[in-house]
């Protein structure tokens, strides 16, 4: 997948991109790139959140569409979006239209069990429900609780409240990997192709080891994860992300290539547009030519 919600101030800065120009050629470079070492390989729209159909028409008109497959959308109506479940169907034909009949996968679906565990379960089956004979792929965000000495990624904790907190119990599992009444329904919904979301984090190897013993647990095939820009600078990157693709070669994954490295920005942060388009489209090269073909049921994507 190319980039993550570029459409959230949470992820990419539109205060320096108020028109995406810079967005859109930063796609266009590396969908294009992608189609030239990888052909065949699906090119996803990173998924966008807000459900907007007019910012995936402006895109098109700048020339994306025509280097993605797919597109990614977000949705979670129990915790942050102003919107009812039961809209699912209608915003995401609404998406659809306007993406002129692309794929649409539902990259990121999910409801927090902060208010109740009974409630997330009850999300996880009517969300599935309402996608999983719609789209093309669906994906539950997420698959662990976050621990709550870490800080959710996000630009407005000051004025979320308590919807910041939401962020930290969105897994199937709580932090420490006991799992909650949704892993139970979420082992059904597996066998109509239902995936999970979970990003692995840098150096986290008893996180990473958690992650693939509850995916095993709950028979997942369908893994969405990520590679950060920003990680794949560090020293020692390729050794460590060499290893997480070893640990998840047995799913059909997807990557999310997403987040600017503070010195390539505009301004040093991960929301940034870099100062050279094409930098990302390297960044994405080397992602894609080193674990494209790394096994037989690796399928890495541009959001």
């Known amino acids: 997948m190319l980039w993550n919600e570029p459409n959230n101030l949470s992820h990419w800065n539109r205060d320096l991109d108020p028109s995406w120009e810079r967005f859109a050629e930063m796609v266009c470079l590396a969908g294009q790139r992608l189609a030239h070492i990888s052909p065949g390989l699906t090119r996803v729209l990173g998924g966008i959140s807000p459900l907007d159909p007019g910012f995936i028409r402006h895109l098109f008109s700048m020339g994306v569409g025509d280097v993605i497959d797919a597109v990614g959308i977000h949705g979670f109506p129990l915790d942050w979006n102003h919107w009812h479940i039961e809209e699912w169907p209608a915003r995401a034909q609404a998406i659809q239209a306007a993406a002129d009949g692309r794929l649409l996968w539902a990259t990121e679906v999910g409801a927090s069990s902060f208010v109740s565990p009974g409630l997330q379960a009850w999300a996880l089956d009517q969300t599935a429900a309402l996608l999983v004979p719609r789209l ?29 907190y939401r962020h930290f119990r969105m897994g199937l599992y709580d932090a420490a990997g006991r799992p909650k009444l949704a892993a139970r329904r979420l082992r059904e919904w597996v066998q109509a192709g239902v ?12 996180r990473l080891a958690q992650m693939v013993r509850c995916l095993r647990e709950l028979g997942v095939r369908r893994v969405r994860t990520g590679i950060g820009w920003a990680d794949w600078e560090r020293e020692g990157a390729t050794e460590w992300f060499d290893h997480v693709m070893d640990e998840l070669a047995e799913f059909d994954l997807t990557l999310t290539l997403c987040f600017t490295p503070a010195h390539l920005g505009v301004q040093p942060h991960h929301t940034s547009p870099p100062v050279d388009s094409s930098l990302f489209a390297d960044f994405c090269e080397a992602v894609v030519g080193r674990y494209a073909r790394r096994g037989a049921t690796t399928t890495p994507i541009a959001t």
């Open 136 to 164: 093309e792929r669906v994906y539950w965000y997420a698959l662990m609780d976050l621990p709550e000495a870490w800080e959710a990624t996000t630009r407005h904790r000051e004025s979320e409240g308590s919807a910041y």
């Open 195 to 206: 995936g999970v979301c979970e990003w692995v984090y840098w150096r986290e190897e008893a």
